[in-house]
């Protein structure tokens, strides 16, 4: 299983390179990126088309981006749907979500985010990597 942990750019440095060396040590390939579009591009290059193999992905966001997410989540789960009704292969996909503490409640701005200086739910981040904390499986 192919395991990817996908970080935002508002984390401040020495969390991001606290949860990069756990995420090593768990085995996850580390993403951090700009924007969501970014992320999905880079987790993408690393999973490789056609492979079928499954993927676990980590995701820390804030509140105001997750409700962002979900909607793509959806999608993504009809398209999922769609192939298996059309009979062919689908990759399983595992994801999980850790909260940023203190990160905007916002849904469409990063007015009230402090970026440099949030940090993750290292308890949940912990929980995540080892497995669990899982909300969806497509």
């Known amino acids: 299983m192919r395991k990817i942990l996908l970080l935002p750019f508002c984390l401040s440095q020495q969390s991001l390179e606290g949860i990069g060396r756990m995420a090593a040590d768990a085995g996850y390939m580390v993403v951090v990126a700009r924007s969501t579009a970014k992320a ?10 056609g492979s079928g193999e499954p993927v676990r992905i980590v995701g820390v966001v804030c509140d105001g981006r997750a409700k962002k997410v979900w909607a793509g989540l959806v999608l993504l789960k009809m398209r999922q749907l769609g192939k298996k009704a059309l009979g062919l292969k689908v990759r399983r996909i595992e994801l999980a979500r850790v909260e940023i503490v203190g990160g905007t409640k916002a849904l469409f701005g990063r007015r009230s985010c402090r970026v440099g200086f949030n940090v993750a739910d290292e308890e949940a981040l912990r929980s995540a990597l080892a497995g669990g904390e899982t909300f969806m499986r497509l």
């Open 40 to 49: 999905l591009a880079e987790v993408r290059r690393h999973i490789g088309p």
